[in-house]
């Protein structure tokens, strides 16, 4: 299907809420994914002012045939794009043609009319920046490839100004220009102001640097897996999380992640061949039917589950759709029935010792309702961790322990809306014996190892059993 077509079902697609413009496009198959997502952005972030052309133009009304979605991508593309200099536009240029001069008077009518000169100034007039589009972009040290201090200096040469490590998230909300720091909380992650675009970078397009926030940054760093050890992450691509689990590992030890949607995988393969990632075995599979007695899996100790949600905590969504943050009752409770029964079996691998469970939804039926199910129905045998005391946004008081989960938002955390909890085994299961259990696979060409004190999950504070205190 050409680009415009291809762009309208998927605008479409997100007014009906049936995904993100970015799974969308992904699930379009098109094989220029970058036009086309540009393309789609665009043309939704001047959608209302294309609303008011069209309408006042009377596109619509003189041409039957042209779908409203369509039209839209047309004239943004005619107004505001390339303009179909190069001949782009096929069999719809020639209606285009008929209604151009019309649709560019009606465009700069609009701009007298709003006192301004310029097609993004009339984005201004039309609303005033929230929270969402005032959170940092956060780069992530891929330290399979690189370390923070080469990364700081490569931005440094490149006439970014350095500010150190950040002490607290005020230092990351008065960012401008072109200034950087590093996170007061996460030791590989650099933090330049909201509006920073490093898609092209060379060190991303290298694989040095991944385009990663926050708060989807806590589930890999939280699970803390040593390097040797063997790891689930159930519900993979597109991999950013399974990235950062190889990093964490250094390569050593082995990651099974699992994922459903091919589309999906194919673009894993892509990212976690750029990033350096040699630990991880891919499979395109249904998690819940992956057997936890499958001998491959005995060494499983740990497990990331970051299943399919409602992701009404997106960034994205809350750019595209503000207001849209509340999916149906009907869709939650499907999700939210997947997200038990994903839980539920992660929880029966034998030798799993902690699992991350994280959501990108700000729902309680996806998250903390999740969580207290899980534990009802494996009572005495997983508990909460209390992970990161500072973190000033906690899960909703809905039971006892729940304050141990961690929730993020924008105006909170300046992330994207985020969920995560930390589930730790209480109790050595019978079936395995204790020495099996906590023995990871020794590195690569290293003597075996005992059991190892994990290492703390943020620089200058203790192991995080320390920290969590003695349970
Ligand atoms: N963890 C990923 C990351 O950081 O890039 C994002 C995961 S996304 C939130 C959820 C993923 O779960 C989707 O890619 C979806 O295809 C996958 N999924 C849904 N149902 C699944 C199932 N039954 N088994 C395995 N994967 C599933």
Redesign the pocket.
């Known amino acids: 299907m050409a680009v415009y077509a291809t762009a309208a079902a998927v605008l479409a697609g997100v007014e009906s809420r049936r995904g993100s413009i970015k799974s969308l496009v992904y699930a379009s198959s098109f094989q220029n994914v970058k036009q086309l997502y540009a393309l789609v952005c665009e043309t939704q972030r001047y959608s209302s002012v294309l609303d008011a052309v069209i309408a006042s133009a009377g596109l619509l009304r003189a041409e039957k045939k042209l779908r409203p979605h369509l039209a839209k991508v047309l004239v943004y593309e005619l107004l505001m794009g390339k303009g179909f200099k190069g001949g782009g536009g096929g069999r719809w240029k020639p209606l285009l043609d008929r209604h151009r001069a019309r649709l560019k008077a009606e465009l700069a009518r609009l701009k007298v009319h709003r006192g301004v000169s310029k097609n993004e100034d009339l984005l201004q007039v039309e609303s005033k920046p929230g929270p969402a589009s005032q959170v940092p972009r956060f780069v992530r040290v891929n330290t399979l490839k690189s370390c923070p201090d080469d990364a700081v200096d490569y931005f440094k040469r490149q006439g970014f100004s350095y500010q150190g490590r950040a002490s607290s998230l005020e230092d990351l909300r008065t960012l401008k220009g072109k200034c950087f720091l590093l996170d007061p909380l996460l030791p590989e992650l650099l933090v330049f102001p909201a509006q920073t675009d490093l898609h092209d970078h060379p060190l991303y397009q290298a694989g040095h640097l991944i385009l990663q926030d926050k708060a989807?940054c806590l589930?890999a760093t939280l699970l803390a897996p040593p390097p040797g050890s063997h790891v689930i992450?159930?519900?993979?691509?597109?991999?950013?999380?399974?990235s950062h689990l190889a990093a964490l590992l250094k390569n050593q030890g082995k990651i099974f992640a699992?994922?459903?949607?091919a589309g999906?995988l194919a673009a894993?393969a892509t990212l976690l061949a750029r990033a350096g990632v040699s630990c991880c075995e891919l499979a395109e599979?249904?998690?819940?039917a992956v057997s936890p007695s499958d001998q491959r899996y005995r060494q499983v100790q740990y497990i990331?589950l970051?299943?399919?949600?409602s992701?009404s905590g997106m960034l994205t969504r809350r750019l595209e759709e503000p207001g849209a943050d509340a999916p149906s009752k009907a869709r939650l409770q499907a999700l939210a029935g997947?997200q038990r029964r994903?839980l539920c079996h992660a929880l029966t691998f034998p030798s799993l010792q902690r699992l991350v469970y994280s959501?990108?939804s700000l729902c309680q039926e996806e998250n903390e309702d999740v969580v207290r199910d899980a534990l009802q129905q494996n009572p005495g045998t997983f508990r909460l961790v209390p992970v990161l005391p500072s973190w000033p946004h906690r899960g909703l008081s809905t039971f006892p322990g729940a304050e141990h989960c961690l929730r993020a938002s924008p105006e909170t955390t300046l992330t994207g809306g985020f969920f995560v909890a930390v589930f730790e085994r209480a109790e050595v299961p019978s079936s395995v014996s204790p020495a099996e259990a906590l023995a990871p696979d020794p590195a690569p060409g290293a003597a075996p190892r005992k059991k190892r004190r994990r290492r703390a999950a943020v620089p200058g504070t203790p192991p995080l059993e320390e920290q969590e205190g003695k349970r």
């Open positions: 989807s589930p992450d159930a519900c993979a691509a597109p991999g950013n999380k399974t699992f994922d459903l949607d999906r894993m599979r249904d998690f819940l990331l970051d299943p399919s949600c992701g997947f994903a959501t990108c």
